[in-house]
């Protein structure tokens, strides 16, 4: 992760006692950090966060927790941010923990996640106008995507999408459909390793969470549930 932001209390985000609630990119950076985390609950022993781009005491235990289970393997590896003590901190330095679970604390941990897809020009894809859209392998995977999320269009009660590889607000609402709706039969699974999308950009940089979610998960619980 380059060029990286420091959020600002009034401008990014806003404090309500112990509660940090993000606007805009940081808001989008929250809820990537609570999903980022989920990734370490079992190694660093704590409960999966809800991703909802608001920053409390669940998510600053979480953070505090990896970092102790880091330093417990390898006190050396270095922090490239103010450990925090409070909710505040990690929504100054999102954008550092996150950049740092995704190095150090994966390789220390010994935690495999799947690659998010980055945006920007000569990264893995872009936006024009409303659509995301990649080259390569990562248009394949856009394009795995709807096709998973076809399965699930009389279920969840959408039209079903186009397989064109190009990631629009439509693509973003039927993810964000099917995880409503297996949320609503097991609302333990409401824990997830991506943000459930609120926009094409979550849907396009979390693609191969959320594939792998529909067709494990997702499959599961209402593929099974309605005998389809």
């Given at each position: 992760m380059q060029d990286m932001t420091e959020y600002a209390s009034g401008k990014d985000w806003s404090a309500s006692g112990a509660i940090i609630?993000?606007?805009?990119?940081?808001?989008?950076?929250?809820?990537?950090?609570?999903?980022?985390l989920n990734a370490y609950a079992k190694v660093a022993g704590f409960e999966g966060v809800g991703i909802d781009g608001v920053i409390?005491?669940?998510?600053?235990?979480?953070?505090?927790?990896?970092?102790?289970?880091?330093?417990?393997?390898?006190?050396?590896?270095?922090i490239s941010f103010p450990e925090p003590d409070k909710p505040e901190n990690v929504a100054r330095?999102?954008?550092?923990?996150?950049?740092?679970?995704?190095?150090?604390?994966?390789?220390?941990?010994?935690?495999?996640t799947q690659r998010v897809y980055q945006q920007g020009a000569g990264k893995d894809w872009n936006i024009k106008g409303d659509i995301a859209?990649?080259?390569?392998?990562?248009?394949?995977?856009?394009q795995q995507l709807q096709r998973s999320l076809n399965q699930f269009a009389d279920v969840a009660g959408f039209k079903k999408l186009e397989v064109d590889g190009f990631i629009g607000p439509r693509t973003a609402e039927a993810t964000k459909a099917v995880f409503d709706?297996?949320?609503?039969?097991?609302?333990?699974?409401?824990?997830?390793?991506?943000?459930?999308?609120?926009?094409?950009?979550?849907?396009?940089?979390?693609?191969?969470?959320?594939?792998?979610w529909l067709d494990t998960t997702a499959a599961k619980t209402l593929l099974a549930e309605t005998g389809a």
């Open positions: 609630s993000g606007k805009g990119m940081a808001r989008s950076d929250f809820r990537g950090l609570q999903a980022d409390g005491p669940k998510t600053l235990d979480a953070v505090r927790k990896v970092i102790a289970a880091v330093k417990a393997k390898n006190a050396l590896v270095p330095y999102a954008q550092w923990i996150r950049d740092w679970l995704q190095t150090m604390a994966s390789k220390t941990l010994g935690v495999t859209y990649g080259a390569g392998a990562v248009h394949d995977e856009f709706k297996v949320v609503e039969i097991n609302p333990l699974l409401g824990v997830t390793l991506f943000p459930p999308p609120d926009t094409k950009e979550e849907a396009a940089e979390y693609a191969a969470f959320i594939r792998q």
